[in-house]
């Protein structure tokens, strides 16, 4: 049984940063595309970052470019996203997704096969 199970998530200042992580087991962490979506209180679902199944190549919504980093390690089934220069307007409940291999639409949900529960981020002005 696959399960993502993200962590980290909590209340923070405007400016300030926060860590999440996200712990896969039940599959062979090494083959599958991780991402993290996001969902604000009134809003659709929406793509935030993506890393390949080799770490190789990352993709990002242009809302976080600079200021979020994922980061991946193979060896303990783990993926992380990294938060810097948080906004009010990151305040969402954050998903982590995988799917198989090489996506052909990193930003598309469709592509995704599992998902976490989620993890609520909360900053404050």
């Known amino acids: 049984q696959v399960q993502l199970v993200e962590s980290g998530g909590g209340l923070v200042q405007a400016g300030g940063s926060l860590r999440l992580s996200c712990a896969a087991s039940?599959?062979?962490?090494?083959?599958?595309?991780m991402a993290w979506f996001r969902q604000a209180p009134g809003k659709e679902r929406e793509f935030t970052v993506a890393i390949s199944w080799s770490g190789h190549s990352t993709y990002y919504a242009d809302s976080v470019e600079g200021r979020f980093t994922i980061l991946r390690d193979n060896a303990k089934n783990t993926v992380i996203l990294q938060m810097n220069s948080l906004q009010p307007e990151d305040t969402a409940v954050y998903y982590c997704a995988a799917g198989y291999g090489a996506l052909n639409n990193y930003h598309g949900e469709s592509e995704y096969e599992y998902w976490g529960q989620g993890t609520q981020v909360t900053v404050s002005s």
């Open positions: 039940g599959l062979k962490f090494s083959d599958w595309t």
